[in-house]
């Protein structure tokens, strides 16, 4: 009767059904009687449980009953879940989204998962909801959740830092027969300006690869801004434009543009950029050149009047013209 009243009144509360561990990875949880969660860890006695940003797994008491109606029979932790709770449909909640519950308060990193291996449920019923309704989150406050308890969702903060990643295209990188530079750069150059860099990946120049994380960045961590460095120029094996093209929504071509204009300026080749920049639902993505130099000055150009634009993709700025 209370989740009904609080969602009549549009509180966004539900309750804690079950809190569950296990000590090994790759199995389903068994309950505890209460969840002792620490900062930069997890749930003690928690085998995904480290400094990381899946450290406990959220899951909707709700979708798991309407699973089970259809045959399922699953139990609390079968997903290998840590928290079910009723009455809140986490899915629909953005990354970012704070949680409180007990005395601990909790905040959402991801949505959804990427299953690389069906577990019995899927091979039972065809589909397993965890990928599909699972959230995952950090602990940002210690303390202990019970059973019962009430959690509340927190909203947003919208002041957070911008989150960010870098991911360098390089075949010879990404075999190890040469150092990359551009990345740490890049990585550097974020962090300098106050940005969370979330991810640092060093692929080859494979297109579907790339468009995998561009995805799972982008839908399933909904980073603010993605970093992309190589494979813009015109050899064959550069197709960077093209794999970001091909996961875009929109198109923001001013920044690439920019970048270009200025490049200019310092060497005529510039003009063989074949840089992009678009906009994948609320994630901003910037291809660069290849090289620590290009890098660093691309991202000096385009810092400043860049912070404006992903405030408007967070909807806490609205107007781009001068006053």
Same mark, same amino acid.
């Given at each position: 009767?209370?989740?009904?009243?609080?969602?009549?009144?549009?509180?966004?509360?539900?309750?804690?059904?079950?809190?569950?561990?296990?000590?090994?990875?790759?199995?389903?949880?068994?309950?505890?009687?209460?969840?002792?969660?620490?900062?930069?860890?997890?749930?003690?006695?928690?085998?995904?449980?480290?400094?990381?940003?899946?450290?406990?797994?959220?899951?909707?008491?709700?979708?798991?009953?309407?699973?089970?109606?259809?045959?399922?029979?699953?139990?609390?932790?079968?997903?290998?879940?840590?928290?079910?709770?009723?009455?809140?449909?986490?899915?629909?909640?953005?990354?970012?989204?704070?949680?409180?519950?007990?005395?601990?308060?909790?905040?959402?990193?991801?949505?959804?998962?990427?299953?690389?291996?069906?577990?019995?449920?899927?091979?039972?019923?065809?589909?397993?909801?965890?990928?599909?309704?699972?959230?995952?989150?950090?602990?940002?406050?210690?303390?202990?959740?019970?059973?019962?308890?009430?959690?509340?969702?927190? #909203? !947003?903060?919208?002041? +957070?830092?911008? /989150?960010?990643? =870098?991911?360098?295209?390089?075949?010879?990188? $990404?075999?190890? %027969?040469?150092?990359?530079?551009?990345?740490?750069?890049?990585?550097?150059?974020?962090?300098?300006?106050?940005?969370?860099?979330?991810?640092?990946?060093?692929?080859?120049?494979?297109?579907?690869?790339?468009?995998?994380?561009?995805?799972?960045?982008?839908?399933?961590?909904?980073?603010?801004?993605?970093?992309?460095?190589?494979?813009?120029?015109?050899?064959?094996?550069?197709?960077?434009?093209?794999?970001?093209?091909?996961?875009?929504?929109?198109?923001?071509?001013?920044?690439?543009?920019?970048?270009?204009?200025?490049?200019?300026?310092?060497?005529?080749?510039?003009?063989?950029?074949? #840089? !992009?920049?678009?906009? +994948?639902?609320? /994630?901003?993505? =910037?291809?660069?050149?290849?090289?620590?130099? $290009?890098?660093? %000055?691309?991202?000096?150009?385009?810092?400043?009047?860049?912070?404006?634009?992903?405030?408007?993709?967070?909807?806490?700025?609205?107007?781009?013209?001068?006053?």
């Amino acid at each position: 009767m209370e989740l009904e009243k609080n969602q009549k009144e549009g509180k966004q509360k539900g309750k804690v059904h079950a809190i569950c561990i296990s000590d090994i990875r790759g199995v389903e949880k068994h309950r505890i009687l209460e969840g002792h969660f620490i900062v930069d860890f997890g749930i003690e006695g928690d085998a995904h449980g480290g400094n990381w940003h899946r450290q406990v797994s959220l899951l909707s008491y709700d979708k798991v009953q309407a699973f089970n109606e259809r045959g399922a029979d699953v139990t609390d932790g079968a997903f290998g879940e840590n928290l079910v709770v009723e009455g809140i449909d986490f899915r629909s909640l953005p990354v970012g989204t704070r949680l409180a519950a007990g005395t601990a308060e909790l905040e959402i990193t991801q949505i959804g998962k990427e299953c690389h291996s069906h577990c019995a449920i899927y091979h039972r019923m065809g589909e397993c909801i965890m990928p599909r309704e699972g959230v995952f989150a950090k602990v940002i406050k210690e303390g202990r959740i019970r059973p019962g308890d009430m959690m509340e969702v927190l #909203g !947003v903060n919208q002041k +957070r830092p911008f /989150t960010a990643a =870098v991911i360098v295209l390089s075949d010879k990188g $990404a075999k190890g %027969e040469r150092k990359d530079e551009s990345g740490p750069e890049a990585k550097n150059r974020l962090e300098e300006a106050g940005y969370q860099v979330e991810e640092l990946l060093l692929l080859p120049d494979e297109p579907e690869v790339l468009k995998a994380h561009l995805i799972r960045l982008a839908d399933s961590r909904q980073l603010d801004l993605i970093v992309t460095s190589g494979g813009t120029g015109f050899s064959l094996r550069d197709q960077t434009p093209e794999a970001v093209l091909s996961v875009a929504h929109r198109n923001a071509p001013g920044i690439a543009e920019y970048i270009r204009y200025r490049s200019m300026q310092v060497t005529d080749r510039a003009i063989l950029s074949r #840089g !992009v920049s678009v906009i +994948r639902n609320k /994630t901003l993505i =910037v291809t660069l050149p290849g090289s620590p130099k $290009a890098v660093r %000055e691309s991202l000096g150009f385009i810092m400043g009047p860049l912070e404006h634009g992903l405030k408007i993709l967070r909807g806490s700025e609205s107007e781009c013209g001068r006053q």
